[in-house]
């Protein structure tokens, strides 16, 4: 079956955009629990965009490892050319999820905000992603408007849960 779709740019199928958002909300929901742990730790802005970055670089990494053991597992060699294209186009976003919550320091960093409420910011920035993502899902579902509220709260619950986890744990 062809799962182009007249409203995905050419030569994108639907199941990597698909597979690379799954990896971008999977970033977000990650980057939410790494910054509120911050914002209740004794670090700076330095400690905290290094653990953002590397965040960020071991969740690309793992993800690309599994790739391609499972691609290597399954297909009897390593994933090259378009297949290893597509593994890091699907991937990419797991690093880019670093670039909001490391602007975000960078300007607690030059005194523009205070440290905590710039990682509180970020988090903050990923639950509204969330919420976004679930409303999209919703209306390209056909649920209409209020299906797509709901889902969107679904999804943000998500990420609230996830900051709440960290609170109540005290990191």
């Known amino acids: 079956m062809d799962d182009r779709r007249a409203d995905l740019p050419p030569g994108t199928g639907a199941g990597v955009l698909a597979d690379r958002l799954k990896e971008r909300i999977y970033a977000t929901i990650t980057m939410i629990a790494v910054v509120v742990g911050l914002s209740f730790g004794e670090v700076g802005a330095l400690g905290a965009v290094a653990t953002v970055l590397t965040t960020a670089l071991g969740l690309w990494l793992a993800a690309f490892v599994a790739d391609q053991q499972a691609h290597r597992t399954v297909h009897r060699h390593l994933a090259t050319g378009h297949e290893l294209r597509r593994m890091l186009y699907v991937s990419s976003p797991l690093l880019s999820c670093a670039a909001g919550p490391a602007v975000l320091i960078a300007l607690a960093a030059l005194d523009v905000l205070s440290l905590h409420a710039a990682l ?13 993502w679930g409303c999209l899902g919703g209306l390209r579902m056909g649920g209409g408007a209020l299906a797509a509220v709901v889902a969107g709260l679904a999804d943000a619950a998500i990420g609230v849960a996830v900051a709440l986890v960290k609170v109540a744990a005290g990191h």
């Open 120 to 132: 509180l910011t970020a988090a903050g920035v990923g639950i509204v992603s969330l919420f976004l």
